[in-house]
């Protein structure tokens, strides 16, 4: 299974960016991909995930109502639309994957056994 993100870039506070998630090389709906980001200094931080298999989806409390996951399965890519970032959005953000995560680890990074490149989202003014 191959991951790669993209998207990530320099936006000012209140703006837009969408990272995109391209997987590859997995059987598509067995498949659970989240959002992971780390900012300097801090652990990694599970954000956001949605489960291929029902579409259903998960939002930390820090992004919800501003991040939005979703999929397209025709280009097997998940997509992460944030809006009003702030500051403290910074990070670099990585996308991952594993089949069947446990609702409770959801969130959890050891949880996931594919990991993508991470992209950097900065955000400042």
């Known amino acids: 299974v191959q991951l790669q993100a993209y998207g990530g870039g320099f936006v000012q506070p209140g703006g837009s960016l969408r990272l995109s998630c391209l997987v590859s090389g997995a059987s598509w709906n067995v498949y659970d991909i989240a959002w992971f980001r780390q900012a300097p200094g801090k652990e990694r931080e599970g954000i956001s995930c949605i489960r291929n298999s029902d579409s259903t989806t998960y939002h930390a409390e820090s992004v919800q109502g501003r991040f939005t996951i979703s999929s397209d399965n025709a280009k097997t890519t998940v997509y992460l639309q944030m809006n009003s970032l702030r500051p403290e959005d910074t990070a670099v953000y990585y996308c991952?994957?594993?089949?069947?995560?446990?609702?409770?680890?959801?969130?959890?990074?050891?949880?996931?056994?594919?990991w993508g490149q991470g992209t950097q989202v900065t955000v400042s003014s």
């Open positions: 991952a994957a594993d089949s069947s995560v446990i609702q409770s680890n959801i969130a959890s990074q050891t949880a996931y056994t594919y």
